[in-house]
């Protein structure tokens, strides 16, 4: 008999392997309901993309994830829950600081720090690849590029650790995550105001120095507030998203030899080995949305005032899409993937995220063309919206 089709992003023993579930939604119920969290879920990679391109029926301003979404708008100052024209004013004003000067300008801090990390483990036949690499670099990236004092980084960091605090039955937002989210935000505030009596050459003095135009034609600066709640953003997804990719990357090299060979004897095929990993495993494969009409689809209405998920992870194994999704393919060639978003919510950071992406492979590559992953002690981190590994230890 077949077992009865259920799936809903907090269950941790689904989400170890859930590919098989998405499989049978994107063949049985492509528009599926589940009862218990009231919300529907979108599988298709043409669905996913189709819904990340219409913002104005598939809302970001009632939430993202699936335990902050209501019927009220959030009210954050953050871009990912915003719709046009506010979020159309706000990304034209953050994307000034991720200027192709700025990115290019880290590579050589990447490399330097990829150096450091892997200095610091040198001689051991064993470590761990998240804690002592993966969610290391991007939090010294983010964190440089900000402006946050090298003193600060480690505390910085444990902060945005701790945002993603899980409990039980309740999720990411909980008691000891939400006092990690003040404390985080406050820290910043500090930074802002520093800037705003002592500019200097970061992405904390952009932002204070940063002018919107509000809807009455008003030209203003971001308030200290406005301005905390994008550099919580920034620094927090600019640290997770990349941990999980290059976490994902230790573990999917090692279970391709033959590719991890490859990669490591020609260092060209690692971008494209980057677009591959995001695909196959997106670190973020969860996103939510609030529909503001009704919607026919697959024979069915979701319904104006509805909660969606859309699965970019599932999308990314979608077989109508990608021939042969299940397999990594290093040499896949495709147009693209939307495991950075699509449409006018796409990842402000992804040049970044993938310059560190490609960075950290290669580096790695260099120090140590193979290695074996202590499966028994990896340790997987579970959220309704990031999915990764929070401990990898790797003997080399």
Known sequence: MTAELYWDPFDTEIDSDPYDIWRRLRDDS???????YDFWALSRFAD?????????????????????????PIDMSMMIFMDPPSHTRMRALVSRAFTPRRINSLEARVRELCGHFF???????TFDYVQDFAARLPAM??????????????????????????????????????????????????????????????????LVQAEIIDDDGTTRQLTTSEASNFGNLLISAGTETVARLLGWA????????????????????IPNAVEELLRYEAPSPVQG????????????????????????????????????????????????????????HFCLGAALARMEGRIGIE???????????????????????????????IAV
């Open 289 to 344: 949305r609030w529909v503001t009409e009704d919607v026919a689809l697959h024979g069915q209405v979701l319904e104006a005032g509805s909660k969606v998920l859309l699965l970019t992870g599932s999308a990314g194994r979608d077989e109508r899409e990608y021939p042969g999704a299940a397999e990594f393919d290093i040499h896949r060639d495709f147009d693209h993937h939307v495991s950075f978003g699509y449409g006018i």
């Open 119 to 125: 200095d610091k483990v040198e001689g051991q036949a």
């Open 363 to 393: 580096e790695t590559l260099k120090r140590y063309p193979t290695w074996e992953v202590d499966e028994a002690n990896a340790v997987r981190l579970h959220t309704s919206t990031v999915r990764g590994w929070v401990n990898l230890p």
């Open 48 to 72: 996913v993309e189709g819904a990340s391109r219409n913002p104005k029926v598939f809302s970001s301003a009632h939430g993202t994830v699936l335990e902050l979404m209501s019927e009220q």
């Open 141 to 206: 990236v983010i964190a440089s590029l900000l402006g946050v004092p090298e003193a600060d980084q480690p505390q910085v960091r444990h902060l945005i650790d701790t945002t993603f605090h899980i409990e039980p039955d309740v999720g990411m937002i909980n008691d000891v995550s939400i006092a990690a989210m003040m404390e985080l935000g406050g820290y910043i505030a500090g930074q802002l105001e520093e800037r705003r009596r002592s500019p200097r050459d970061d992405m904390f003095t952009d």
């Open 250 to 269: 230790g573990v999917l090299l090692a279970q391709h030899p033959a590719q991890r060979a490859e990669l490591a004897a020609d260092a060209s095929l």
């Open 30 to 36: 492509p528009l599926y309901r589940n009862d218990r």
